[in-house]
């Protein structure tokens, strides 16, 4: 028998190789990298961040909130006119007046579109026209509900100073501030005083009602936020408004005229956008600061929450993403400080040299981080509002000095030059919109004195009173001859009967 055939040889064994040292070192890799990247975005935020806050050092050594807080005028309490304003608030009825209001449960079905008719009418109410016998009915029945206002808020005439007291809260954003709504309550009250009062040819007593309606608005002061200045350039609106149909309706004497147009000449140069662009931009930063340290939480009612005039477009899911990264805040801070530095210096430049820079700086925004984009405030409307205050003004200013020039000479004067050459204003106002003299228009009933607004084109001063920033219309103030003021009312619209029982029910309430 022949021997079986050898097997054949296995094959060598290999040894095993040690995978976990290569996961290891993979591991060790990835946490390096990682490590690195935190250290990397942190101290590059730290830097961005010293940077930021040491450019805002050298452009506004004392920028921030507590600094700007400190700066602030002192107004003693027996010239404050806030006081006052609190004081003709506290007495203001609620609901007040009751045309711009709804109506209650007791009023009739028809109640709300008949307050709605009346509120229209005085809203389309031309200045030279004068009320309907509805609107003095209206008017005076509102007046003498709030007469123990109206007694406070006239001390308001000669108060040309004032200064709320505010508490910050620590994030600076949830500061309540409802003084501001109490100004612009108490300009409308003296504003209707002085509707009724120009109505009852009292001229020279609701000049000095728009007088109290302009120091309703300088009872904010200085107060370093943007909505307080905007609430002040509201209150100016109303001033400057009412005086045009005070001017329209009879003939103030020369010294209601004088008096009023040097309080025009104080408030005018107040720089009202650059006091309220100093606070957004130290109140932010607080914000941010609170954010930082951890002493604020943001929540997601804060990232749908736009800042007025802002960005209303919601955050991406990368946009909360960027906020887990190192250092996100303290880059944020920095990028928002950098922005609102480049705001303040735009508004020093004069008006009419603000809006392309400001179109320029807005283009960024879309590139900045999120919450740049949502809380940072559209600078180029908000300084358009104050380029509109400042042609109301200056207008303002002009036909009043007009006026003045008229009752002396018996006639409009033929250019602005001769106004400055007669001493009645010491220069001629230039337009904030294209930094040329106010043009001067004159009429076969009157005279006009406007700015070629927004749209920078020369109407041939056509207004638009309701939205004075529609294209095709310029910003001004029309004076009519004295023979052409006081004219007929217009009925066009049904209007509420008198109630011979007394007030509306609702009003007052």
């Known amino acids: 028998m022949s021997d079986p055939l050898p097997s054949p040889a296995a094959p060598p064994v290999r040894p095993r190789r040690r995978r976990w040292p290569y996961v290891v070192a993979l591991l060790a890799l990835v946490v390096l990298i990682g490590i690195g990247v935190y250290v990397y975005?942190?101290?590059?935020?730290?830097s961005e961040l010293r940077a930021a806050i040491a450019e805002t050092d050298r452009l506004d050594p004392r920028w921030r909130l507590?600094?700007?807080?400190?700066?602030?005028?002192?107004?003693?309490?027996?010239?404050?006119?806030?006081?006052?304003?609190?004081?003709?608030?506290?007495?203001?009825?609620?609901?007040?007046?009751?045309?711009?209001?709804?109506?209650s449960a007791q009023d009739p079905p028809d109640a709300g579109p008949k307050l709605q008719a009346l509120q229209e009418s005085f809203r389309e109410l031309e200045p030279q026209r004068q009320l309907t016998d509805e609107q003095t009915t209206a008017l005076r029945t509102a007046m003498t509900g709030a007469a123990g206002a109206l007694t406070e808020a006239r001390k308001l005439v000669d108060r040309t100073e004032g200064r709320y007291s505010i508490t910050y809260k620590e994030d600076w954003i949830s500061t309540l501030m409802p003084h501001l709504q109490d100004a612009r309550e108490i300009a409308a009250l003296l504003s209707n005083d002085a509707k009724l009062r120009a109505h009852d040819k009292d001229a020279d007593g609701a000049l000095a009602s728009c007088r109290g309606a302009l120091n309703a608005g300088r009872s904010i002061g200085d107060e370093p936020n943007l909505i307080s200045q905007l609430v002040r350039i509201h209150c100016r609106a109303i001033a400057t408004g009412q005086a045009e149909r005070?001017?329209?309706?009879?003939?103030?004497?020369?010294?209601?005229?004088?008096?009023?147009?040097?309080?025009?000449?104080?408030e005018e140069p107040e720089p009202l956008l650059l006091i309220g662009v100093r606070g957004e931009r130290a109140g932010m930063d607080r914000l941010m600061e609170t954010i930082q340290s951890g002493k604020t939480?943001?929540?997601?009612?804060?990232?749908?929450?736009?800042?007025?005039?802002?960005?209303?477009?919601?955050?991406?899911?990368g946009d909360d993403l960027?906020?887990?990264?190192?250092?996100?805040y303290k880059s944020q801070r920095a990028a928002m400080l950098r922005y609102m530095n480049r705001c303040v210096e735009l508004v020093k430049l004069p008006p009419e040299q603000q809006r392309v820079p400001f179109q320029q700086l807005e283009a960024t925004i879309k590139d900045q981080p999120v919450l740049m984009r949502l809380w940072v405030p559209a600078m180029g409307k908000v300084a358009e509002a104050a380029r509109r205050s400042q042609a109301q003004l200056r207008c303002a200013i002009v036909a009043v000095a007009a006026e003045r020039y008229r009752l002396a000479k018996g006639q409009w004067p033929g250019t602005l030059d001769e106004l400055r050459k007669a001493g009645y204003v010491r220069e001629a106002p230039s337009d904030p919109y294209d930094g040329q003299p106010l043009r001067w228009l004159r009429l076969d009933d009157g005279a006009e004195v406007?700015?070629?607004?927004?749209?920078?084109?020369?109407?041939?001063?056509?207004?638009?009173?309701?939205?004075?920033?529609?294209?095709?219309?310029?910003?001004?103030?029309?004076?009519?001859?004295?023979?052409?003021?006081?004219?007929?009312?217009?009925?066009?619209?049904?209007l509420p009967e008198p109630n011979e029982k007394g007030p509306p029910a609702g009003a007052g309430k």
Do not use: C, H
């Open 450 to 494: 406007y700015s070629i607004g927004p749209d920078g084109e020369d109407n041939g001063g056509k207004m638009d009173r309701q939205n004075p920033t529609t294209p095709g219309t310029d910003i001004g103030f029309r004076l009519w001859d004295a023979a052409k003021r006081r004219q007929p009312p217009i009925l066009s619209k049904p």
């Open 246 to 266: 005070v001017l329209a309706q009879g003939e103030p004497s020369e010294d209601a005229l004088r008096q009023f147009q040097e309080l025009l000449e104080k």
């Open 41 to 46: 975005l942190t101290v590059s935020a730290e």
């Open 322 to 328: 960027t906020l887990w990264t190192p250092g996100s």
């Open 66 to 103: 507590e600094d700007v807080e400190a700066d602030r005028a002192v107004v003693p309490d027996a010239e404050n006119s806030a006081i006052a304003a609190i004081a003709a608030k506290q007495q203001l009825p609620k609901n007040w007046p009751f045309w711009d209001g709804p109506p």
């Open 297 to 317: 939480k943001l929540s997601a009612r804060d990232m749908f929450s736009p800042a007025p005039f802002g960005d209303q477009s919601a955050p991406s899911l």
